[in-house]
């Protein structure tokens, strides 16, 4: 992998740099896309060879008179915080055309969708979009990274002795995966709170918001973390008006979509399962915030407290499973854009993850923290499978394999009575 000269002093490997690496190969342009802070820009830079920074007012101006100069520089160039000002997208997009598709031409770095009535060309075949997150436990040094999810989908597995207790882990979830915070002993409170200042006094006002009602929401989709709320609760438990009133769930829905174009807030889909029955899928999407210590700070939790608390200690290992899971299928060759779902249907089963490939390979997931809870996991693994392998028409009837994702574990191992995997998340890596 060949990073270029604006590399940051002290940068730490990111699992997005192979994809980014992989992308500036095939595409004119790559836009880096996700929440405030996540090390957007650092990786950015890490691959530049001159940068344009729109955040700053010199830049910005001059890019509002002539957005071409924001691409001005040696190749890559870098524009960071590009939909600051709109236009910069259509010039991107031009200028890979007028190159021929060169590749590798520009990276672009956002926080922030801009408004779609802004930008003319949607950029199809000359700017891809990689989605980063904040850092998984494997990149921060808290996993073993022994366990392979793409070794698993080659049927490559060797047990390991973990022996993981639960209470690092309510740190963890605590702390984050925020790279300004990566090997540093410090209490996350005070940056977690200039992360939701920045969110709420400038952020959502800019898109014509209310800060304050914006929090409220973010606290009850904290409250029904990894739920498929309804909007109608959602506005009710933020205090948006009455619960069946139209307009409370409008404005619940606004700051929702506020929140998903700032990436804070991201939806998991439900899975379009290949079962022959009748059976009504559910596929609402559940909400997870972009790093778990984004909803235990809006709920006040200390590792402390967490650990305490087992239910909600639940909800937020869940949470933490879920945003590591999405970092690494996406890295995976063969991954899709959008790479990790639920499963649920009318028959009362729910799966909580589920990662399918381009080729129609699929594994199915349970996250439990500890392995007391193993076995009823592994009854819902079975029989999801089972649904699906009763339609003759599926393109992969049978899953690549099916795991149980626990917090506190002594090993990484299969079990061959209950045909699953039992995996501490501590050892999980791509």
Known sequence: MKYGTLKPRGYMPRIADGQLSRMLRIFGAVEVAGTMWCGKTWTSLAFGESVTRIGLSGPRMAAEADPSVALLG??????DEWQDVPAIWDEVRAAVDESGNESGSFILTGSSEPRKDRVHHSGAGRIAKLRM????????????????????FEGKFEPQLVQQPLPPLANVICKGGWP????????????????????????????????????RVALSLARNLGTAAKLATIAS????GEADSKSATMRAAKHISALEELYVVEQVTGWDAPIRSKTRLRTKPKRYFADPSL??????????????????????????????????????????????????????????????????????????????????AAASLRRLARKVAANPAARNPTPAFLAVVVGAGEYARFDRDLGVYVLPITCLGV
């Not at 997150?133 to 999810?149: A, N, Y």
């Not at 996350?188 to 898109?207: G, H, M, Q, T, W």
Request: with cysteine; glycine share 8%.
């Open 74 to 79: 040696v190749r890559p160039h870098v524009v």
């Open 295 to 376: 909803a235990a700070s809006l709920l006040q939790m200390t590792p402390e407290r967490l650990v305490g608390d087992g239910q909600l200690f639940g909800l937020l290992f869940e949470s933490l499973c879920m945003h590591d899971l999405f970092v690494y299928a996406s890295a995976l060759e063969g991954a899709q854009a959008d790479p990790v779902h639920y499963y649920r249907d009318s028959d009362g089963l729910e799966v909580d993850a589920v990662i399918e490939l381009r080729d129609g390979r699929w594994a199915a997931f349970e996250v439990k923290l500890g392995e007391n809870q193993v076995e009823s």
């Open 133 to 152: 997150r904040t850092m998984t436990l494997s990149e921060l040094g808290e996993s073993s990274g022994l366990i392979s999810l793409g070794d698993l």
């Open 237 to 240: 438990d933020a205090r948006l």
């Open 180 to 215: 300004a915070l990566a090997g540093r002993d410090t209490d996350s409170a005070e940056y977690l709170n200039a992360y939701f200042d920045a969110i709420f006094s400038v952020s959502i006002p800019r898109k014509g918001l209310s800060g304050l009602e914006s929090r």
